[in-house]
């Protein structure tokens, strides 16, 4: 209940957001093709065996997929996209503390996060991702606003990375590194 009203919460904050700036709702090809795409997600979800499992992944995409409609009709500038960055930079940054003291470090390169050490709903993999993605946002905001600052994040992100185990996200840290050393390649 309190995931959900938190949820709710944060996506009427952004609805109201939206309507105190009294922009014009322009439905551009992207959006037409979102909509298309997640109509066909839900459409394939409801052919599911287990009906609760698709209720809950609809519930998420829902949310997903409003908060992003959101988002998109917010962004105007660069500005914009920082800010965005920042908040989701910092959202990572909090569960990366939270992580720190619900997991057993002692465990660390003998086994993988695991969901009763780190509560119910956490999953390694997602906690691997979600640390990546922090990792992306403090090279971005680095470079982009210019401020190494940013970089103090990562030590703590990697550490959580390398201790979920995923393989998947390991491999995202591989091809993150070959796509950052191939673009500030100045050849």
Avoid: H
């Avoid at 952004?14 to 997640?38: D, E, G, P, R």
């Avoid at 969901?115 to 390694?124: D, T």
Wanted: charged letters at 15%.
């Amino acid at each position: 209940l309190v995931y959900w009203g938190l949820i709710l919460v944060g996506l009427g904050g952004l609805v109201l957001k939206l309507c105190m700036t009294k922009k014009n709702l322009v439905f551009t090809t992207f959006i037409w093709w979102y909509l298309a795409f997640f109509v066909v997600c839900v459409t394939s979800l409801m052919y599911s065996i287990q009906l609760s499992a698709s209720i809950e992944s609809i519930k998420t995409m829902v949310v997903n997929a409003s908060t992003l409609f959101c988002l998109a009709w917010m962004i105007d500038t660069k500005e914009d996209i920082n800010t965005i960055a920042k908040s989701l930079l910092l959202v990572t940054i909090c569960n990366a503390i939270y992580l720190c003291f619900a997991v057993d470090w002692a465990s660390m390169g003998i086994e993988r996060m695991d969901a009763k050490e780190i509560g119910v709903g956490w999953n390694s993999n997602e906690i691997g991702l979600m640390m990546l993605w922090g990792t992306m946002l403090c090279c971005y905001l680095a470079k982009a606003l210019k401020k190494p600052g940013y970089y103090l994040a990562i030590p703590l992100l990697f550490s959580l990375i390398v201790y979920s185990g995923s393989r998947k996200v390991l491999l995202g840290v591989v091809l993150f590194v070959m796509v950052l050393i191939y673009i500030n390649n100045k050849r």
